[in-house]
């Protein structure tokens, strides 16, 4: 498929999912981000992880405010993406207050230890998202922020998109430069998307 047609497949379905999130309750919202939290906070690579990025979510997207207060309380190392330009870097936190209105409107660290080279392996990335599918293809915001952090620190990251079952599909459109998710967790399950990739390369 051409890339004129892959980005015309996401653009549609960007736009319907991202209606139908835009459409959820208040209700809905808090209820939904309290089940996926709850899974995230039962999930063995979150638990053994020593550290965790999280984001902060905008237009519905899956709340993060357990996991960080969780994530803090159980003296786990927490980053937060800022953007700066057209990149994203992690920075960390050590408090629920240690935000400020950043790009686009959005929450953003205020502090300056970035997440460096030399740190050690274990991270846990909680990526948000608009569209996944059980493979792990992912369709983010548009602007490609994520898919360039997640292609820098591949070798040292578990990423794991967060998601309401409405936004799982059957495929996701994806060009070569797309960054998959290891995990997708939704309010009704965790989805090892390595082992479907797995049992999808066996069923071929």
Not at 148 to 154: T, V
Request: aromatic letters at 8%.
């Amino acid at each position: 498929m051409s890339e004129r047609l892959t980005g015309e497949r996401k653009q549609l379905l960007r736009a319907a999912v991202i209606a139908q999130r835009k459409s959820l309750t208040a209700n809905d919202w808090r209820v939904w981000s309290a089940l996926i939290q709850g899974n995230v906070l039962r999930f063995p690579p979150y638990i053994r992880s020593a550290s965790v990025a999280l984001y902060s979510p905008i237009q519905n997207e899956v709340d993060t405010t357990t996991i960080l207060d969780h994530a803090l309380g159980a003296s786990k190392i927490v980053y937060y993406p800022r953007i700066r330009e057209s990149c994203v870097e992690l920075l960390q936190v050590d408090s629920a207050e240690a935000f400020a209105i950043g790009h686009l409107g959005i929450l953003e660290p205020i502090g300056e230890r970035r997440l460096s080279a030399m740190e050690p392996l274990g991270l846990t990335m909680m990526v948000p998202g608009v569209v996944f599918d059980s493979r792990g293809n992912r369709l983010g915001r548009g602007t490609g922020w994520y898919d360039r952090l997640l292609q820098e620190i591949e070798r040292k990251v578990i990423s794991v998109g967060l998601a309401y079952e409405f936004q799982i599909v059957e495929e996701v459109p994806a060009d070569s430069w797309d960054q998959r998710v290891d995990y997708v967790i939704t309010e009704r399950r965790v989805i090892d998307c390595a082992a479907t990739r797995a049992q999808s390369s066996l069923a071929s």
